[in-house]
C-alpha cells in the first residue's frame, strides 16, 4: 500500500503573483495527490435490483402516530400511581376464603408437627437406651464386677480367699482375719 505523503505546497514566484484561480487549482492538486478520489458513477435504486438488492420498508413512509394530545397530561408527575389504577378491595367472600385456607393449613400443619414430634421423642428414648448401654460398657472391670455381684451373678474362682473374706465382711463378721 502506498502512504499518502503531504505535499508540501512549494509556491514559484510566478504562482505566487496569480489570483485566486491558482489557488484552487492548487488546492484540487492537492486533494487529487492525498488521495481523494473523484466521484464515479452515480448508483441508483434500478442498478442495485438488478444486482439483488431489495430495499426495506422506509421511515419516510411510516405514519403519523395516532395519539391524541388532548389526553395526554406532560406535566411532571409525583411518582406515584394514580389512584385510578390502584388495588381493588377483596370482596367479603375473597376473604372468607381465604381465611378458611389458612386455617386448613395451620391445622395439617399442626398435625403433622405432632405426628413428627412423637417420632422425634421415639427418637429420643432409643438414644438414651443405647447411650446407657454404653455407659455400662465404659465401665472399669471393677465396676463391673461390683454390679454383677449387686445382682448375685458374681463369677466365682478368680480369687477364692477374696471372694471369700468379702462375704463375709459382707455378712457382719468381723474376727481380723484380714488385718
Same mark, same amino acid.
Given at each position: 500500500?502506498?502512504?499518502?505523503?503531504?505535499?508540501?505546497?512549494?509556491?514559484?514566484?510566478?504562482?505566487?503573483?496569480?489570483?485566486?484561480?491558482?489557488?484552487?487549482?492548487?488546492?484540487?492538486? &492537492?486533494?487529487?495527490? =492525498?488521495?481523494?478520489?473523484?466521484?464515479?458513477?452515480? +448508483?441508483? %435504486?434500478?442498478?442495485?435490483?438488478?444486482?439483488? *438488492?431489495?430495499?426495506?420498508?422506509?421511515?419516510?413512509? !411510516?405514519?403519523?402516530?395516532?395519539?391524541?394530545?388532548?389526553?395526554?397530561?406532560?406535566?411532571?408527575?409525583?411518582?406515584? =400511581?394514580?389512584?385510578?389504577?390502584?388495588?381493588?378491595?377483596?370482596?367479603?367472600? $375473597?376473604?372468607?376464603?381465604?381465611?378458611?385456607?389458612?386455617?386448613?393449613?395451620?391445622?395439617?400443619? %399442626?398435625?403433622?408437627?405432632?405426628?413428627?414430634?412423637? +417420632?422425634?421423642?421415639?427418637?429420643? #428414648?432409643?438414644?438414651?437406651?443405647? #447411650?446407657?448401654? &454404653? $455407659?455400662?460398657?465404659?465401665?472399669?472391670?471393677?465396676?463391673?464386677?461390683?454390679?454383677?455381684?449387686? =445382682?448375685?451373678?458374681?463369677? #466365682?474362682?478368680?480369687? *477364692? !480367699?477374696?471372694? $471369700?473374706?468379702?462375704?463375709?465382711? $459382707?455378712?457382719?463378721?468381723?474376727?481380723? %482375719?484380714?488385718?
Amino acid at each position: 500500500m502506498k502512504k499518502a505523503k503531504a505535499m508540501r505546497n512549494e509556491v514559484s514566484d510566478d504562482e505566487s503573483s496569480s489570483d485566486s484561480d491558482s489557488s484552487s487549482d492548487s488546492e484540487t492538486e &492537492i486533494s487529487v495527490k =492525498l488521495g481523494k478520489r473523484k466521484a464515479g458513477p452515480v +448508483i441508483d %435504486f434500478e442498478a442495485l435490483s438488478r444486482h439483488g *438488492y431489495r430495499g426495506g420498508p422506509s421511515v419516510l413512509k !411510516v405514519p403519523e402516530p395516532k395519539v391524541d394530545d388532548k389526553d395526554r397530561d406532560w406535566s411532571w408527575s409525583s411518582g406515584k =400511581l394514580s389512584s385510578g389504577s390502584g388495588e381493588t378491595e377483596e370482596s367479603f367472600e $375473597e376473604r372468607q376464603r381465604t381465611r378458611a385456607a389458612l386455617n386448613e393449613g395451620e391445622e395439617l400443619l %399442626f398435625a403433622k408437627t405432632r405426628k413428627d414430634s412423637e +417420632i422425634e421423642r421415639e427418637k429420643e #428414648r432409643v438414644k438414651e437406651v443405647e #447411650r446407657k448401654e &454404653i $455407659e455400662r460398657e465404659k465401665k472399669s472391670f471393677s465396676q463391673k464386677e461390683k454390679r454383677k455381684r449387686d =445382682l448375685g451373678q458374681a463369677s #466365682r474362682g478368680k480369687n *477364692y !480367699v477374696e471372694e $471369700e473374706k468379702r462375704l463375709l465382711r $459382707e455378712s457382719g463378721v468381723y474376727s481380723g %482375719f484380714d488385718a
